[in-house]
């Protein structure tokens, strides 16, 4: 099952602009993740935030989490043509031996 | 190795044969997890290893699957009279003992039924 619904489900942009995805989940967190991945090949993360952060930047990415609305989004500012991948966000419950639930994905498109 | 290996990349075989794909860990990262990934989705979850024992495999979506990890390290996820419906990329991932934090990912093996 996945929990994780990525919002839009394709996103396409010109190079330099900002890229705004978003993930929707259903259970309660101890973090979520966001990873990237190109065509054919594996996930590589991105950015982990736990549940107790708001907001957390790691070079041009920004990621927000708002537990009451059981929501996060992924900012990429300065978009360029390699950031062209998909993006999922993935679940963590913390509790026992319980996996990471990966949403469906967004599709990024940045066209210079 | 440096990173989570994975072999074969790709794997084309015919419906009612069996299949085993590879998954060599991070050294020293005692959880491991298989996902299935098909076109356009997200990886959904087969099943967990910590250390030798699998800690959760509910997402073997039937009894024609299983895996291993004799050692604790290397596993190896095995398919039976495979069908086309198994046609995805299998994806491993390993983490820490810790069971928060980042997974790290192989690239993959391509499996296709024909």
């Known amino acids: 099952s996945q929990q994780g619904e990525e919002d839009p489900q394709a996103l396409s942009i010109q190079e330099g602009e900002n890229a705004t995805m978003n993930c929707s989940y259903k259970?309660?967190?101890?973090?979520l993740q966001w990873y990237r991945q190109n065509s054919g090949r594996g996930l590589v993360h991105l950015i982990l935030i736990r549940s107790n952060e708001r907001e957390k930047h790691s070079g041009r990415l920004r990621v927000t989490l708002d537990t009451s609305k059981k929501s996060s989004s992924l900012l990429i500012t300065a978009s360029r043509a390699a950031d062209t991948a998909s993006y999922f966000c993935a679940t963590d419950s913390g509790e026992g031996n319980t996996p990471l639930v990966f949403g469906k994905g967004t599709r990024l498109s940045v066209i210079a | 190795g440096a990173g989570v290996s994975q072999t074969p990349s790709n794997k084309v075989t015919e419906k009612g044969k069996y299949v085993e794909l590879r998954c060599d860990p991070i050294s020293g990262h005692t959880a491991l997890y298989w996902y299935r990934q098909s076109l356009g989705q997200g990886p959904e979850f087969l099943i967990y290893?910590?250390?030798?024992?699998?800690?959760?495999d509910s997402g073997l979506p039937n009894d024609r699957f299983f895996a291993v990890r004799p050692e604790g390290s290397v596993s190896t996820l095995k398919i039976q009279r495979t069908e086309r419906g198994d046609s995805a990329m299998y994806l491993c991932?390993?983490?820490?003992?810790?069971?928060?934090?980042?997974?790290?990912f192989g690239e993959g093996s391509r499996l296709t039924v024909l």
């Open positions: 991932a390993s983490r820490t003992s810790s069971n928060t934090g980042e997974l790290f």
């Open positions: 290893f910590q250390g030798t024992g699998a800690a959760d």
């Open positions: 259970t309660s967190i101890n973090n």
